[in-house]
């Protein structure tokens, strides 16, 4: 774990820059299935951050320090550490229906209001923005149902019109290669040319999280094969357009 906070910060940050359904559609690692070494580096850090951001100018002391790990570990160790940062984002940017005030102490009580917020607004934007569940995700890449080609074309449309809209590959695409994995795998030729960049973006990414302790395990040739469909999908369709 570096010394410095700042490299830690910058990968909170960029997943503060995904819009709240991208973010919500993106499969995180819950605080249960972490490391405990990896908790006991990033925790510290993260309350601080969170304390100085919130306008909380006493630091947190040892036993409050305690008592908040204590209680994320038992009552919020389904959350990740990217989710409680995310929880005090919403709550400083007023997006929850109330504030609260936290009388300028860090504790647990403060600290257990806010991710119970957290977590009903969560629920409340999985159902009105028809978000599907993490699990669910997971459950459907366990699946091998088969897929005609018109309904994997009629998809690959709908995403191909928001990505030249945003010039940015959207959430939705995670769920489309699940599904359609078996087109991609039938297309071996297309997709190898861009074997050498998948392979260093990929790994650029786990050493980045591996870094910064935040537990990502090592790429498989799954997730190679899913960066060499995205990228050659993508040249596919700037060269269409």
Same mark, same amino acid.
């Given at each position: 774990m570096?010394?410095?906070?700042?490299?830690?910060?910058?990968v909170?940050?960029?997943a503060?820059?995904m819009t709240?359904?991208?973010f919500?559609?993106?499969?995180?690692?819950m605080?249960?299935?972490a490391?405990?070494?990896?908790?006991?580096?990033?925790?510290?850090?993260?309350?601080?951050?969170?304390?100085?951001?919130?306008?909380?100018?006493?630091?947190?002391d040892?036993?409050?320090?305690?008592?908040?790990?204590?209680?994320?570990?038992?009552?919020? !160790?389904t $959350?990740? #550490?990217?989710?409680?940062n995310?929880?005090f984002?919403? +709550?400083?940017?007023?997006?929850?229906?109330? %504030? *609260?005030?936290?009388?300028q102490?860090?504790?647990a009580?403060?600290v257990?209001?806010?991710?119970?917020?957290?977590?009903?607004?969560?629920?409340?934007q999985?159902r009105?923005q028809?978000?599907?569940?993490p699990?669910?995700?997971v459950?459907?890449?366990? !699946?091998? $149902?088969? #897929?005609?080609?018109?309904?994997?074309e009629?998809w690959? +449309?709908?995403?191909?019109?928001?990505?030249? %809209? *945003?010039?940015?590959?959207?959430s939705?695409?995670?769920?489309?290669?699940?599904?359609?994995?078996?087109?991609f795998?039938g297309?071996?030729?297309?997709?190898?040319?861009?074997?050498r960049?998948?392979?260093?973006?990929?790994?650029d990414?786990?050493r980045?999280?591996?870094?910064?302790?935040f537990?990502?395990?090592?790429?498989?040739?799954? +997730?190679?094969?899913?960066?060499m469909?995205?990228?050659?999908?993508?040249?596919?369709?700037r060269?269409?357009?």
């Open positions: 570096p010394t410095h906070p700042n490299g830690v910060w910058e909170l940050d960029k503060s820059q709240d359904r991208e919500l559609s993106t499969p995180k690692q605080i249960k299935d490391p405990i070494e990896t908790l006991r580096s990033i925790l510290p850090l993260l309350m601080t951050r969170i304390c100085v951001l919130s306008g909380i100018k006493e630091e947190i040892n036993l409050n320090a305690q008592d908040i790990s204590k209680m994320i570990l038992s009552r919020y !160790k $959350l990740s #550490v990217f989710e409680i995310k929880a984002e919403l +709550e400083r940017y007023s997006a929850y229906d109330r %504030k *609260t005030d936290h009388f102490l860090f504790n009580e403060y257990g209001e806010i991710l119970k917020k957290y977590q009903n607004w969560k629920k409340r999985y009105e028809n978000i599907p569940m699990d669910q995700l459950k459907e890449a366990k !699946k091998e $149902l088969p #897929v005609t080609l018109k309904s994997e009629e690959a +449309e709908e995403i191909k019109e928001e990505f030249l %809209k *945003t010039n940015q590959m959207p939705a695409w995670f769920k489309y290669w699940l599904s359609t994995w078996k087109y795998h297309r071996k030729d297309e997709m190898q040319k861009h074997r960049k998948a392979e260093i973006l990929v790994k990414e786990y980045t999280m591996r870094k910064f302790n537990g990502k395990p090592k790429p498989t040739e799954k +997730e190679i094969k899913r960066k469909a995205e990228l050659s999908l993508i040249e596919l369709w060269n269409e357009n």
